[in-house]
């Protein structure tokens, strides 16, 4: 007899099996995760969750069955209590009769087959065929930026990286073992000197003297520093990968914005959060309000303050220009950004808008998404939108897009970041 | 009286050991046994739900399905609506045994009563598996498809070797030549013998065949089907070998993962039809086991009481009408049915000296056990062994249902009158031909418009399901390359009773 344990063999080996069979349910789970945003539970997006989906088509593993409504059968069924030979029972309902029903004729009728979809499969469907804007460009210029890190010592270099501990530490080795005399020993020396010319004893003075002047002699020769003592920090460049991005969302928090518009520009934000995340180890998020003048909030404020006021666009774009320079240099961070608004601003604000975009906000991000909520109650092209276009279409890194419905942000956002060329069905 | 073999829930290495090897006399000594050698091993539930939704086997090719199968039972045990097997064994020899990490020492010593000894002595002795299954050779035969159908996956495309499989699966139940009088004739092994050198060598030789474009190769070419001898052996119940023998447009790699499928279709053929006898054996024998092994103080009271408990669980037999009903639970009428032979042997009554005279009060109640584990299966053995007494005792009755009447009919309980129709019908209801519709090839043109013509020999006139006998169908006109056509016919009179056809899909 033997035992042997094969507990610590490969793990996962269903996982082959598991590949082949989402691939085939490929076109079910699409219709899933659609409905997943639909349906508005973009809060649950990307954890673990059950999901069914019909076992019909090309899920199904059909053989040769015999059809339960035809013909005639017999069964023979435990626990009878009362029943006598020749009884009548009223036939049960399907499925009710104990054994299961079989398929159905009509085909579709199959019953729907559940089962857990892990987080990883979920947004791998979710974001299929995405891809983020400019990444590969980035990543091919070496989007890593280089910082430089300490590498011990070297024994040249400019006079501003001397590293005086550790020269002063062997100037100290080698004087000492070289015995250059100590100034204390001298001047004690010097001294005794003195007090002997003071004292006319001139034997011991010239003593004295010549003592003093080999000391000194040797000093001379054996210098306080030497060029072989000095030892002067060391840096090398280090590759650092920018792994961080931070997604900045700006929303015109004004009156006009209703809490539907804004439902409509959090999913937007949730779904791009959820994106980034994918492609960076850490994501920050700074929400931006604004009405008149702007100011960076917390998330619950973000969504649900009231404010009242006009609209200035271009004091949002500042507030993000100064967050940047305060806390994310643009080495560091992988800089996204998305606008949401209805459209509103001042006319008056409009060119400062434009230059502070093109020429400070732009050239920092990776991406700017501008999203346009509302209901189309106008028909005419919003202010915003009438500047904004010229601009998307000249610079590649600067998306617009209009959101009317729920149903809507999910395909408008495949649409952003769709690879370019390849459209998925 | 000796120390207790173990004690508490956790066990290592030496104690599974010690186990066995106190069961191991009580098995062979008392109950008889003849078993392979044991191999037990141990195994993590995420491998026990791995194992057994790919067909129980230990190792398998990869197929979608087996994911799907997978991801519904995960679900189902992670929302703790079903829990998992408590072991899992191999017909093969040596026997292997999976038993899960998780069990407690009472469930290892009932799982390794109940697989290592009660269903491996059932492997090596029944003349079903005898006659169906290579113990020797099943491991090879797994490890030599999963390897086969891998690299036919690189080299044709896992699309199309999936395609294959799809299809090979929808007749999974018909790769058996169950009227062969040598299942496997010497010929047919060292076909496959070659078949398989030829595969490896053709493995070890790609990089000849790439490399040197002179030398062609040969396998990737359509191939011509054997020309048949005529006239063809007609009509032919093997779906699966008759396809991959004579299908007209098939490649040479298909005809083998074809072949490969109905040798699975095979190894379980015996599982099919020995399901109730096969779990009353190992179900018998480890009640047996872990009594005697209490009797001699090597379990304690408490791991006893475990023991019970989960071996009442597994022997439980709802009735018809109460909602947890999902049949005649194999565990329960099959281990019902054994100690009730046991009964007979050593205390008959006046009925069962009426009904079993041959067996009744013998004395040798194992003996005639093993008999009956070597040379019934489940259909024969119930109509052999059911008795009245059990009848009454599970107040089994048989209900007749007609489509044409609104209501089913009682057609037998448990009295004088009903005891051998019920036993009758019981017995029937084990027989794979009443299951499964029986579906045979009567007609395959191979040289005109190469039709291919099967039958459904239809019995008291029930019918296929429309849908999914229109699926499959369409698979084996994949497979056949031209028409099929399916006629049910009434297997008294030969009417024909309703009619399929399914042409192969254009493919670009």
Same mark, same amino acid.
């Given at each position: 007899m033997n035992i042997i344990d094969r507990r610590i063999n490969p793990k996962s080996k269903s996982l082959g099996n598991r590949q082949r069979f989402l691939r085939r349910a490929r076109g079910h789970m699409r219709r899933v995760v659609h409905d997943a945003i639909r349906d508005g539970k973009v809060a649950d997006v990307g954890k673990d969750g059950k999901v069914s989906i019909p076992t +019909? +088509?090309?899920?199904s593993e059909p053989t040769f069955q015999i059809d339960r409504e035809t013909g005639k059968r017999f069964d023979v069924l435990p626990g009878n209590r009362h029943y006598q030979k020749g009884d009548r029972i009223r036939r049960p309902e399907s499925g009710s009769g104990g054994r299961g029903n079989e398929g159905s004729a009509d085909g579709d009728g199959e019953d729907p087959f559940t089962f857990l979809l892990r987080r990883e499969e979920f947004l791998d469907l979710f974001f299929e065929d995405l891809e983020l804007p400019n990444l590969v460009k980035k990543q091919l210029k070496k989007l890593d930026h280089k910082a430089s890190s300490r590498a011990g010592f070297r024994s040249d270099g400019p006079p501003n990286r001397l590293n005086v501990t550790q020269t002063m530490r062997r100037s100290m080795a080698r004087r000492i073992a070289l015995g250059r005399p100590r100034q204390s020993t001298l001047d004690e020396l010097v001294a005794r000197h003195q007090q002997a010319i003071d004292d006319d004893d001139a034997k011991t003075a010239a003593q004295l003297e010549e003592e003093i002047r080999r000391l000194q002699r040797r000093q001379r020769q054996i210098p306080y520093l030497d060029d072989v003592d000095l030892r002067y920090d060391h840096f090398v460049p280090t590759p650092r990968p920018t792994t961080q991005a931070v997604m900045f969302c700006l929303m015109d928090t004004s009156a006009s914005m209703t809490e539907d518009l804004k439902g409509l520009a959090k999913r937007f934000y949730i779904l791009l959060h959820l994106f980034l995340q994918r492609h960076y180890r850490n994501v920050e998020i700074v929400f931006i309000r604004h009405t008149y003048t702007a100011a960076e909030v917390d998330e619950q404020t973000f969504f649900h303050g009231r404010d009242t006021g006009g609209t200035i666009v271009s004091s949002a774009l500042d507030e993000m220009r100064k967050v940047i320079q305060r806390r994310y240099p643009v080495n560091d961070w992988n800089i996204y950004a998305a606008q949401a608004s209805d459209g509103h601003n001042f006319h008056h604000d409009m060119p400062e808008t434009m230059r502070r975009l093109q020429q400070e906000i732009l050239p920092l991000c990776q991406y700017y998404a501008y999203i346009e909520v509302g209901d189309d109650l106008f028909q005419s092209d919003s202010v915003l939108w009438e500047a904004y276009q010229p601009l998307a279409a000249k610079e590649a890194r600067f998306e617009i897009a209009k959101v009317a419905e729920a149903s809507d942000i999910y395909s408008v956002f495949r649409s952003l970041f769709e690879r370019n060329g390849t459209v998925s069905s | 009286m000796p120390d207790p073999l173990y004690t508490g829930p956790d066990w290592d290495f030496a104690t599974l050991e010690r186990i066995h090897d106190a069961i191991e006399p009580i098995a062979i000594d008392e109950l008889g046994l003849d078993i392979y050698p044991n191999q037990i091993e141990v195994i993590t539930s995420e491998q026990m739900l791995d194992a057994y939704t790919s067909t129980g086997m230990p190792m398998m090719y990869s197929h979608w399905s087996f994911g799907k199968n997978f991801a519904r039972e995960e679900w189902l045990y992670r929302k703790g609506a079903q829990s998992l097997a408590y072991e899992l064994v191999i017909n093969s020899n040596p026997c292997v045994s999976y038993v899960m990490e998780e069990n407690t020492t009472t469930m290892q010593a009932l799982v390794i009563a109940h697989a290592a000894f009660g269903h491996n002595h059932f492997f090596k002795n029944n003349h079903v598996f005898q006659a169906w299954t290579h113990a020797d050779s099943v491991l090879d035969d797994l490890s030599y498809a999963k390897r086969f159908i891998a690299a036919a996956g690189v080299r044709h495309g896992e699309l199309a070797v999936e395609r294959t499989l799809d299809a090979a699966h929808a007749l999974m139940n018909y790769g058996v030549s169950k009227y062969a009088t040598t299942r496997c004739s010497k010929r047919e092994r060292e076909r496959r013998l070659r078949a398989r050198q030829e595969f490896d060598e053709r493995n070890y030789d790609d990089l000849l065949h790439r490399t040197n474009p002179n030398t062609g190769d040969g396998s990737d070419r359509e191939t011509k089907p054997k020309q048949p001898v005529e006239p063809l052996p007609l009509p032919e119940e093997n779906l699966l070998e008759f396809l991959a023998e004579f299908a007209p447009r098939l490649e040479d790699w298909q005809r083998e993962v074809l072949r490969i499928v109905a040798r699975l279709s095979q190894y379980f053929y015996p599982q099919r039809q020995t399901k109730l006898m096969n779990e009353g054996c190992a179900t018998f024998v480890h009640y047996h086991i872990m009594h005697r092994m209490y009797d001699r103080g090597l379990i304690d009271e408490g791991s006893m009481l475990e023991f019970l408990r989960s071996h009442t669980a597994v022997v439980a037999q709802p009735r018809f009408d109460q909602r947890n009903f999902s049949g005649i639970n194999p565990y329960a009428l099959g281990f019902a049915m054994m100690r009730d032979i046991q009964r007979i042997c050593q205390r008959p009554e006046a009925e069962d000296r009426e009904w079993f005279p041959e067996i009744a009060g013998c004395g040798d109640g194992m003996a005639v056990l093993r008999d009956a584990w070597r040379d019934y299966r489940d259909e024969s053995f119930v109509l052999q062994f059911l008795s009245p007494r059990l009848i009454r005792e599970m107040h089994l009755f048989a209900v007749s249902d007609n489509r044409r009447h609104p209501f089913l009919a009682v057609a037998a309980i448990h009295d004088e009158e009903g005891y051998r129709d019920i036993r009758r019908q019981l017995a029937r209801s084990y027989d794979l031909a009443q299951r499964e519709p029986e579906i045979e090839v009567i007609q395959a043109d191979l040289k005109g418009n190469r039709h291919l013509v099967l039958r459904h020999r239809v019995r008291r006139g029930r019918l296929l399901t429309e849908e999914t006998c229109n699926r499959t169908l369409r698979y084996i006109a994949k497979l056949w390359g031209y028409r099929v056509k399916l006629l049910e016919l009434d297997a008294e009179t030969g009417r024909e009773l309703r009619k399929h056809e399914a042409v192969p899909e254009v493919t670009a």
């Amino acid at each position: 007899m033997n035992i042997i344990d094969r507990r610590i063999n490969p793990k996962s080996k269903s996982l082959g099996n598991r590949q082949r069979f989402l691939r085939r349910a490929r076109g079910h789970m699409r219709r899933v995760v659609h409905d997943a945003i639909r349906d508005g539970k973009v809060a649950d997006v990307g954890k673990d969750g059950k999901v069914s989906i019909p076992t +019909g +088509g090309d899920l199904s593993e059909p053989t040769f069955q015999i059809d339960r409504e035809t013909g005639k059968r017999f069964d023979v069924l435990p626990g009878n209590r009362h029943y006598q030979k020749g009884d009548r029972i009223r036939r049960p309902e399907s499925g009710s009769g104990g054994r299961g029903n079989e398929g159905s004729a009509d085909g579709d009728g199959e019953d729907p087959f559940t089962f857990l979809l892990r987080r990883e499969e979920f947004l791998d469907l979710f974001f299929e065929d995405l891809e983020l804007p400019n990444l590969v460009k980035k990543q091919l210029k070496k989007l890593d930026h280089k910082a430089s890190s300490r590498a011990g010592f070297r024994s040249d270099g400019p006079p501003n990286r001397l590293n005086v501990t550790q020269t002063m530490r062997r100037s100290m080795a080698r004087r000492i073992a070289l015995g250059r005399p100590r100034q204390s020993t001298l001047d004690e020396l010097v001294a005794r000197h003195q007090q002997a010319i003071d004292d006319d004893d001139a034997k011991t003075a010239a003593q004295l003297e010549e003592e003093i002047r080999r000391l000194q002699r040797r000093q001379r020769q054996i210098p306080y520093l030497d060029d072989v003592d000095l030892r002067y920090d060391h840096f090398v460049p280090t590759p650092r990968p920018t792994t961080q991005a931070v997604m900045f969302c700006l929303m015109d928090t004004s009156a006009s914005m209703t809490e539907d518009l804004k439902g409509l520009a959090k999913r937007f934000y949730i779904l791009l959060h959820l994106f980034l995340q994918r492609h960076y180890r850490n994501v920050e998020i700074v929400f931006i309000r604004h009405t008149y003048t702007a100011a960076e909030v917390d998330e619950q404020t973000f969504f649900h303050g009231r404010d009242t006021g006009g609209t200035i666009v271009s004091s949002a774009l500042d507030e993000m220009r100064k967050v940047i320079q305060r806390r994310y240099p643009v080495n560091d961070w992988n800089i996204y950004a998305a606008q949401a608004s209805d459209g509103h601003n001042f006319h008056h604000d409009m060119p400062e808008t434009m230059r502070r975009l093109q020429q400070e906000i732009l050239p920092l991000c990776q991406y700017y998404a501008y999203i346009e909520v509302g209901d189309d109650l106008f028909q005419s092209d919003s202010v915003l939108w009438e500047a904004y276009q010229p601009l998307a279409a000249k610079e590649a890194r600067f998306e617009i897009a209009k959101v009317a419905e729920a149903s809507d942000i999910y395909s408008v956002f495949r649409s952003l970041f769709e690879r370019n060329g390849t459209v998925s069905s | 009286m000796p120390d207790p073999l173990y004690t508490g829930p956790d066990w290592d290495f030496a104690t599974l050991e010690r186990i066995h090897d106190a069961i191991e006399p009580i098995a062979i000594d008392e109950l008889g046994l003849d078993i392979y050698p044991n191999q037990i091993e141990v195994i993590t539930s995420e491998q026990m739900l791995d194992a057994y939704t790919s067909t129980g086997m230990p190792m398998m090719y990869s197929h979608w399905s087996f994911g799907k199968n997978f991801a519904r039972e995960e679900w189902l045990y992670r929302k703790g609506a079903q829990s998992l097997a408590y072991e899992l064994v191999i017909n093969s020899n040596p026997c292997v045994s999976y038993v899960m990490e998780e069990n407690t020492t009472t469930m290892q010593a009932l799982v390794i009563a109940h697989a290592a000894f009660g269903h491996n002595h059932f492997f090596k002795n029944n003349h079903v598996f005898q006659a169906w299954t290579h113990a020797d050779s099943v491991l090879d035969d797994l490890s030599y498809a999963k390897r086969f159908i891998a690299a036919a996956g690189v080299r044709h495309g896992e699309l199309a070797v999936e395609r294959t499989l799809d299809a090979a699966h929808a007749l999974m139940n018909y790769g058996v030549s169950k009227y062969a009088t040598t299942r496997c004739s010497k010929r047919e092994r060292e076909r496959r013998l070659r078949a398989r050198q030829e595969f490896d060598e053709r493995n070890y030789d790609d990089l000849l065949h790439r490399t040197n474009p002179n030398t062609g190769d040969g396998s990737d070419r359509e191939t011509k089907p054997k020309q048949p001898v005529e006239p063809l052996p007609l009509p032919e119940e093997n779906l699966l070998e008759f396809l991959a023998e004579f299908a007209p447009r098939l490649e040479d790699w298909q005809r083998e993962v074809l072949r490969i499928v109905a040798r699975l279709s095979q190894y379980f053929y015996p599982q099919r039809q020995t399901k109730l006898m096969n779990e009353g054996c190992a179900t018998f024998v480890h009640y047996h086991i872990m009594h005697r092994m209490y009797d001699r103080g090597l379990i304690d009271e408490g791991s006893m009481l475990e023991f019970l408990r989960s071996h009442t669980a597994v022997v439980a037999q709802p009735r018809f009408d109460q909602r947890n009903f999902s049949g005649i639970n194999p565990y329960a009428l099959g281990f019902a049915m054994m100690r009730d032979i046991q009964r007979i042997c050593q205390r008959p009554e006046a009925e069962d000296r009426e009904w079993f005279p041959e067996i009744a009060g013998c004395g040798d109640g194992m003996a005639v056990l093993r008999d009956a584990w070597r040379d019934y299966r489940d259909e024969s053995f119930v109509l052999q062994f059911l008795s009245p007494r059990l009848i009454r005792e599970m107040h089994l009755f048989a209900v007749s249902d007609n489509r044409r009447h609104p209501f089913l009919a009682v057609a037998a309980i448990h009295d004088e009158e009903g005891y051998r129709d019920i036993r009758r019908q019981l017995a029937r209801s084990y027989d794979l031909a009443q299951r499964e519709p029986e579906i045979e090839v009567i007609q395959a043109d191979l040289k005109g418009n190469r039709h291919l013509v099967l039958r459904h020999r239809v019995r008291r006139g029930r019918l296929l399901t429309e849908e999914t006998c229109n699926r499959t169908l369409r698979y084996i006109a994949k497979l056949w390359g031209y028409r099929v056509k399916l006629l049910e016919l009434d297997a008294e009179t030969g009417r024909e009773l309703r009619k399929h056809e399914a042409v192969p899909e254009v493919t670009a």
